[in-house]
């Protein structure tokens, strides 16, 4: 299946990621995402899916190989300038990862905070992405007194807020039901409308197929199909 999208904005040359332990978590992958594309990574438990995820996050370093984002690459980028690429990848995990003893806004404004961003523009940047997700106002209670598909909105628009070109997700629908994962897939192709490059990491093989969009799947750290690869 062609795509026709723009440059490249991620791409894997002969990756592979070993752990300490031995563990292979990816091994020879060659992947490339287009500005503006929406791909699905799925596997079994272990398949390399998170890993691959945290390499283009810049959570892990890979072992081998070159890993480039907004053609950047990854494998020589100094320690300084890790905080920027991140604020360029927005990532959403599977449980939330959200501070408890902060507000909803506050847990949203973190990254905005951590960039030094001014108070002004951090009010804005925090209601709008708020307002996105459905929770404008809810701004001001905890995260205890969220539902768990409130709890994934907060950690959706904790990553929007920054405006990163890439949005990466780890199983973000792992804990919800059938009608939550439908809700969190629209926003996904809501944002992905307005130019949002978006992996995501999901065992809902249904729910993907009815998306009708390009599927990598991994097996054992390789890439075993690849069902939209640019032909």
Known sequence: ???????????????????????EGLSGVDLQLEAGEMAFLTGHSGAGKSTLLRLIALLE??????????????????RRDVPFHRRE???????????????????????????????????RRVRAALDKVGLLKKEKVFPVSLSGGEQQRVGIARALVSKPP????????GNLDPELSREIMELFLQFNQ???????????IDLVRRLGRRVIRLHQGRIDSDSGAAT
């Open 1 to 23: 299946m062609a795509r026709d999208h723009g440059a490249t904005v991620i791409r894997f040359d002969n990756v592979a990621k070993r752990y300490p332990t031995g563990h």
């Open 61 to 78: 370093r890979a072992t081998r190989g070159q890993v480039w984002v907004n053609e950047r690459n990854l494998n020589r980028l100094s």
């Open 89 to 123: 990848v927005g990532m959403i995990f599977q449980d939330h990862r959200l501070l408890h003893d902060r507000s909803v806004f506050n847990n949203v404004a973190l990254p905005l905070v951590v960039a030094g961003m001014g108070h002004a523009e951090i009010q």
């Open 166 to 173: 890439v949005l990466l997700a780890d199983e973000p629908t």
């Open 194 to 204: 307005v130019g949002v490059t978006l992996l995501i990491a999901t065992h809902d």
